[in-house]
């Protein structure tokens, strides 16, 4: 079956802000996330593919265009089921406020019992992201043959949970994982089961260097996979320091 390429969108300005953001409007990509996406289509010059999928939020789609322009046949689509966890009343709330919420001790440790206020579970997350891929691969497979690539443009916890269903890995698990801002990660899907190719890639190691000691703020909202407020964006709200998506 095809091999699928993952990227999280550029670091965003609700990253920098150190807010939820969610499905919130008009969230943009930062300087810093420009000049990701701009290196995006010569770190995956050599990688043939064979359609791209978005997320239809904003910081997806600018995420895309650069490669998009430097590769104008590459065909577009936009599928809902890759864009943000719905987190409802969280949405385009500071992080910091919402470490104090007893519901984030159960999002950071006990993920599939989670749910948003007035948005969805993480359960339902992730089971929409799953059902996408899936059926992207079939349809990929079908139009273009099993040695097909193809490429989604996404969110964190999105691709955190894509990650642990490739790998068997229960949901509460995912915040184990980490993905940063623009980032590559790929999976090969076989008629049997997937491998992980890459996880998390950005081809650059300053990230593995000793870091200051986080700020209070920092400290005391976590990992969570809602996109976090590091420089470089974090991991997302949820886990593994996802960031403000």
């Known amino acids: 079956m095809a091999t699928l ?5 550029g670091r965003s300005t609700a990253n920098t802000a150190g807010l939820l953001a969610g499905w919130t ?11 990701q996406a701009a290196a995006l289509p010569g770190r995956l010059a050599a990688v043939p593919l064979a359609a791209a999928v978005s997320s239809p939020l904003q910081r997806c789609r600018e995420t895309l265009a650069p490669l998009l322009a430097a590769r104008p046949q590459l065909e577009l689509h936009t599928d809902d089921r890759i864009g943000e966890c719905h987190y409802g009343d969280w949405s385009n709330r500071k992080l910091s406020e919402l470490s104090d919420e007893p519901l984030m001790k159960i999002v950071q440790q006990h993920p599939s019992a989670a749910a948003f206020p007035g948005g969805e579970s993480m359960r339902a997350m992730q089971a929409r992201a799953v059902d996408a891929v899936r059926e992207w691969n079939a349809r990929i497979e079908e139009e273009h043959g099993s040695d097909a690539v193809f ?6 916890d999105i691709i955190k949970s894509l990650v642990a269903d490739a790998l068997g890995m229960h949901l509460d698990l995912f915040q184990r994982i980490h993905v940063d801002p623009c980032s590559v990660t790929a999976v090969r899907y076989t008629p049997t089961r997937p491998f992980l190719l890459r996880l998390g890639d950005t081809g650059d ?3 593995l260097a000793p870091r200051p000691a ?3 703020d920092a400290a005391a909202t976590g990992t969570a996979d ?14 593994g320091g996802a960031g403000a998506a």
């Open 226 to 239: 809602f996109e976090s407020a590091t420089e470089d964006g974090g991991n997302g709200v949820v886990g």
């Open 205 to 207: 190691f300053g990230s």
């Open 5 to 9: 390429i993952l990227v999280r969108h």
């Open 214 to 216: 986080p700020a209070p």
């Open 151 to 156: 490429l989604m443009c996404s969110h964190g």
């Open 25 to 35: 409007p008009g969230v943009a990509l930062d300087e810093r996330g420009a000049e």
